[in-house]
């Protein structure tokens, strides 16, 4: 199993970039599906992405396709998240977390996750 670390979260202007890096240690990072979840203030966990294990297949919510971006580079044992023309409902915690069996958009279905990194959005 893996372990996950979330950074590059902060204050962003509306209209702004931002690319959050998630850092895993143990073994066989290459393995493993990546998901990209968020949660706003008061609201529930949302699925915001998902990469496959080499990186080939990507897949989004529908409502955030366009503005986010998921890589990873398996030699570093990192995924990215890159979001574009941030808005002020993007600010939420954001979560990455992988999973073994199969790329999915369910957060019952990762078997780690991380802490989570802050995004918060300004006007």
């Known amino acids: 199993q893996v372990q996950l670390v979330e950074s590059g979260g902060g204050l962003v202007q509306a209209g702004g970039s931002l690319t959050l890096s998630c850092i895993a240690s143990?073994?066989?990072?290459?393995?493993?599906?990546v998901g990209w979840f968020r949660q706003a203030p008061g609201k529930g966990r949302e699925f915001v992405g998902v990469i496959n294990w080499s990186g080939e297949t990507t897949y989004y919510a529908e409502s955030l396709k366009g503005r986010f971006t998921i890589s990873r580079d398996n030699d570093k044992s990192t995924a990215f998240l890159r979001a574009d023309s941030l808005k002020p409902d993007d600010t939420a915690i954001y979560y990455c977390?992988?999973?073994?069996?199969?790329?999915?958009?369910?957060?019952?279905?990762?078997?780690?996750w991380g802490q989570g990194t802050q995004v918060t959005v300004a006007s």
């Open positions: 977390a992988a999973d073994w069996a199969s790329i999915s958009t369910k957060e019952g279905d990762y078997d780690s």
């Open positions: 143990g073994r066989g990072f290459s393995t493993y599906s």
